[in-house]
């Protein structure tokens, strides 16, 4: 889910694929999209809320909208041939978004401490969001700086905190703070360790899912190979059948183990990754035990 402000355009892109030849396909005219959009209290409402879509080139499409209600929407994208099940998504929309927000206009100086769980050293660069305690409304956030702190400007009442540094610590989120004048809290995250796999030949894939806000995301993460099947060095078939698994809700953690493309008998094969049936386009699982998502998409021509 992501989350977005009131009466500003949303726009949100994803790819149409070939089914058989799992190709990205273009010059797809607006008018060929089925559109589904439904407003936070489950109205079908594009017809006086336009959804319009255009191309942006390589198989690649844009959908956007206006939201005018506070609450959950829901966007729905269908084509009959290249995605009959729909490119979805959720939208959270709130009165301010990500850049509106900073350390808070409350009455109270709150210090929040972030700490290593084991060497108890300071965490620089973590980010720290600071929720009501209903969930609905983001009253402050920011980082720690160099000694692992934030000082928040709160009011008195109770909140929920959700602390974040992607590919290095992982925190139980949310916390909850209970704020009664000034005061400070120390919150503790473990360092990350990548995954081990199973067996020489397979790599673990991982990565995080977050809304553009940094909130995590709980959604289907799935990779299967792209060509119909492939044989490795051992002689083992792999055959092509997606991968599946779901990012955890706490904090959008997800993880895969695939068989290395070095390991194929004919050249390096490519892995196709979607997430909640969105495209990501495809990628080559490097010749080592794990890798970030986040690497593969950086380092790797798509």
């Not at 949310?174 to 704020?179: I, Q, S």
Request: contains cysteine; aromatic residues 10%; hydrophobic residues 35%.
């Amino acid at each position: 889910m992501e989350d977005r402000k009131i009466n500003e355009v949303i726009e949100d892109d994803f790819a149409l694929l070939d089914p058989v030849t799992n190709l990205p396909v273009s010059g797809v005219p607006p008018a060929a999209f089925i559109v589904q959009l439904f407003d936070p209290d489950g109205n079908e409402v594009h017809g006086t809320v336009p959804v319009t879509i255009v191309e942006l080139g390589g198989g690649n499409y844009r959908a956007s909208f206006t939201p005018n209600k506070l609450g959950v929407w829901l966007l729905v994208v269908i084509h009959l041939t290249y995605c009959p099940w729909g490119q979805r998504n959720d939208y959270k929309v709130y009165t301010q978004d990500f850049d509106d927000i900073g350390p808070g206009t409350g009455d109270h100086m709150v210090t929040v401490t972030v700490q290593d769980s084991v060497t108890l050293n300071p965490i620089t660069g973590v980010r720290v969001q600071v929720y009501n305690e209903a969930l609905t409304t983001r009253v402050a956030q920011g980082y720690t700086d160099a000694g692992g702190q934030i000082v928040l400007n709160l009011d008195d009442g109770t909140y929920k905190v959700y602390l974040k540094k992607l590919g290095a610590y992982t925190f139980t989120t949310p916390e909850t703070l209970v704020v009664s004048g000034p005061g400070a809290v120390t919150y503790q995250g473990d360092a990350f360790t990548p995954p081990v796999p199973s067996s020489p030949e397979t790599c673990m894939v991982y990565g995080w899912l977050t809304d553009q806000s940094g909130a995590p995301l709980a959604a289907e993460v799935t990779a299967e190979l792209v060509e119909q099947k492939a044989f490795t060095d051992a002689g083992v078939q792999v055959v092509r059948r997606a991968t599946t698994t779901t990012s955890r809700a706490n904090d959008g953690y997800w993880e895969l183990e695939l068989t290395r493309s070095a390991q194929f008998t004919d050249g390096q094969k490519k892995y196709s990754f979607l997430v909640d049936e969105v495209a990501m386009c495809e990628f080559i699982v490097p010749d080592q035990a794990s890798v970030n998502f986040a690497t593969l998409t950086e380092n790797q021509p798509v």
